[in-house]
């Protein structure tokens, strides 16, 4: 089994940044697909950014390309979105998503094999 771990959430104001953290532990490989998606209350969850085995591949959903970055850590296990200029409506709940089955994971939620309990993100007006 592998488990996964997000860390980094909280409050901030809106323009403010954070660093969300994934780490996996358990029987892992270090050649994991990884992705980052979010719910925001009543709302379905949705695509946020992606990352491949290599990193040498990311993708990143239409609101927040260039303003959000995705980057993995393979010696430890793991994957980081740093999130810049944050908005209000960005409230939601964060979970990181991991897949050993494919080299990119994309913005399909039925591709990832794992997924982390989630972290919430609350930005204030």
């Known amino acids: 089994q592998v488990q996964l771990v997000e860390s980094g959430g909280g409050l901030v104001q809106a323009g403010g940044s954070l660093r969300l953290s994934c780490a996996a532990s358990g029987r892992t490989t270090t050649t994991y697909a990884w992705g980052w998606f979010r719910q925001a209350p009543g709302k379905e969850r949705e695509f946020v950014a992606a990352?491949?085995?290599?990193?040498?591949?990311?993708g990143y959903g239409g609101s927040v390309k260039g303003r959000f970055t995705i980057t993995r850590d393979n010696a430890k296990k793991a994957v980081h979105l740093q999130m810049d200029t944050l908005k209000p409506e960005e409230t939601a709940v964060y979970y990181c998503a991991a897949t050993g089955r494919a080299y990119y994971g994309g913005q399909l939620e039925r591709t990832y094999d794992y997924w982390g309990q989630g972290t919430q993100v609350t930005v204030s007006s």
């Open positions: 990352i491949s085995w290599s990193g040498g591949s990311t």
